[in-house]
């Protein structure tokens, strides 16, 4: 295929998606990453996309949010490996809510073999994944219905959770970051989320490595409110990644990092998925961190020594 054909294929998805990673051009394309990063650089140079950490996503410094047809076909081998680190989190006989989008759909369909669980959710998809699993119990919130990803909304949403306590919420979104948190493009999902939020002790985001570094129009949960993310192993190359990981834990967030080729399906995480403790303060003390520890250069050090072990 020749440049312009490919660059012409890439625009293409990333208008249609919204938001597509490096790793996925370059299987639609049938090239290197390589490539395809020096396509988006000169598809970005033209002014036709803006390039993120491992991806691509529409001009204008904010992604707006794809459907659920196009997020579905989007890094499936990530949010599978996610989604079963993930589920080893849950016990038999808790209670939790767990919201809606294409990972959480995921991880639903892996703790209908929970004994004793209660789920609380306003996603039509994870009341599905789970309709069928005999010992656990789903709670549906009201509210209205929001199709393009079947998830409920609105104030009947919102007050339905009213009072709620569990010990765990399950979230995904739009994007990632160290500085703002987790974010969506919509402003009726993100108002859900925050309930859903509220109503929980912990607080474990699922989001795959593309979307780190991306900021989206709406906060759902600041940073020092997120206990955990799950997340899958970004590419060797994707330093940018790398730092915004660094830059999470160095806030206290707890980092689970998954390989892309999954855990065992009943649950427990595979011989791919593991825990990564990154170096990173306890919330509330003041000058902690790599830069607040260390001098600049022996920072320099400890990050590459940190992403040295990511990559083993």
Do not use: C, W
Request: proline share 4%.
């Amino acid at each position: 295929m020749f440049a312009a054909e490919r660059r012409q294929l890439i625009l293409e998805m990333v208008r249609a998606n919204g938001a597509v990673s490096l790793r996925e051009l370059a299987r639609v394309v049938q090239t290197s990453e390589v490539t395809v990063r020096r396509d988006v650089r000169a598809l970005e140079a033209e002014g036709l996309l803006d390039r993120r950490h491992g991806g691509a996503v529409l001009p204008g410094g904010f992604t707006r949010e794809s459907g659920f047809p196009q997020k579905s076909h989007l890094a499936t081998a990530e949010k599978t490996a996610i989604a079963d680190l993930a589920a080893g989190l849950v016990e038999e006989g808790e209670a939790i809510v767990v919201g809606a989008g294409t990972t959480t759909q995921e991880l639903a369909r892996r703790l209908a073999r929970v004994p004793g669980l209660t789920v609380v959710t306003n996603s039509l998809l994870v009341a599905q994944a789970l309709a069928h699993a005999n010992r656990v119990e789903v709670v549906m919130t009201g509210g209205t219905l929001r199709g393009s990803n079947y998830a409920l909304v609105g104030s009947g949403a919102e007050q339905s959770l009213q009072g709620l306590r569990v010990s765990k919420a399950f979230l995904s979104g739009s994007g990632l970051t160290a500085e703002r948190g987790l974010s969506t493009s919509n402003m009726l999902s993100a108002s859900v989320d925050r309930a859903l939020v509220q109503a929980a002790a912990e607080v474990v985001v699922l989001a795959d490595h593309t979307k780190l570094g991306t900021d989206t129009m709406f906060q759902t949960v600041p940073t020092d409110v997120i206990t955990r993310l799950v997340t899958d192993e970004p590419p060797a190359h994707d330093d940018r990644a790398a730092t915004e990981l660094q830059a999470l834990a160095d806030q206290g967030v707890q980092i689970a990092v998954a390989g892309a080729s999954g855990g065992s399906a009943g649950g427990e995480p595979g011989p791919a998925a593991r825990q990564r403790a990154l170096p990173g303060p306890r919330r509330g003390v003041p000058g902690g961190g790599l830069r607040g520890m260390l001098g600049e250069q022996q920072a320099g050090a400890e990050r590459g020594r940190v992403a040295d072990l990511r990559r083993r």
